[in-house]
């Protein structure tokens, strides 16, 4: 079945140190995004990919960044995570910006 | 930007119970309105969208209804169940992004 994949489920990191999370998707659509989700809040958009086009929200930290290197699999680095930074990473995809978005089934991310 | 309402953010029911959730948007632009169902730990999944060209949409237990003029539009559970037992976002469309709605936490009581 055609779906969006993410890697691990469940990520423990150090106040400070490095992490990288996964996405892959095998629905060979155009988008990808990155969203964040706290405890009983709605998703926020990090930022998205259009193809090779790299679209960042106003507001995401210096300390977000990502890549995409092939139309399969888009990362998140976190270069220095923040005991705030703790909460469910979520990425989807969609054929265009505008329509239709399929998501992951997140990591949820742990800072210690 | 666009700005989505949605209510109420707690809903319990009685199983077999309609439940209704209502979300408003603030963009004319927006054309485009999904539901999503997220279980706990897991990913939002979306479960029914419509497009500003129709008024209704139904699919099974679940409908969506769409006022434009108005800028809102609703979520209908029909004869609930356990399993329907969920958060639950609208979102629209406008610009390059969707915005999420808040989120519904529907309990339903067998």
């Known amino acids: 079945d055609a779906m969006v994949i993410q890697n691990p489920r469940y990520q423990v990191t150090q106040f400070g140190k490095p992490v990288t999370l996964s996405c892959s998707q095998t629905?060979?659509?155009?988008?990808m995004y990155w969203y964040q989700q706290k405890s009983s809040q709605a998703p926020k958009l990090l930022f998205h990919?259009?193809?090779?086009?790299?679209?960042n929200e106003a507001d995401t930290p210096d300390n977000f960044q990502s890549r995409r290197p092939n139309t399969s699999f888009c990362f998140l680095d976190i270069r220095s995570p923040g005991l705030g930074d703790a909460a469910m990473y979520l990425c989807?995809?969609?054929?265009?910006?505008?329509?239709?978005?399929?998501f992951g089934p997140g990591t949820r991310l742990t800072v210690l | 930007g666009e700005n989505v309402e949605q209510h109420p953010s707690t809903l319990s029911v009685q199983e077999g119970d309609s439940a209704v959730i209502k979300c408003t948007y603030s963009?004319?632009?927006?054309?485009?309105f999904p539901w999503y169902k997220q279980e706990l730990g897991k990913g939002p999944q979306l479960i029914i969208d419509?497009?500003?060209?129709?008024g209704e949409k139904k699919d099974q237990r679940i409908a969506v209804t769409l006022n434009k003029t108005a800028k809102h539009f609703s979520l209908h559970i029909t004869e609930t169940q356990p399993e329907d037992s969920a958060v639950y976002f609208c979102?629209?469309?406008?610009?390059?992004?969707?915005?999420f709605g808040t989120g519904t936490s529907l309990t339903v009581i067998p």
């Open positions: 990919y259009y193809d090779k086009d790299f679209n």
């Open positions: 963009d004319s632009a927006s054309n485009y």
């Open positions: 419509i497009r500003s060209n129709v």
């Open positions: 979102a629209a469309n406008t610009g390059n992004q969707f915005y």
């Open positions: 629905l060979n659509h155009n988008v």
């Open positions: 989807a995809t969609s054929t265009l910006v505008r329509d239709t978005q399929y």
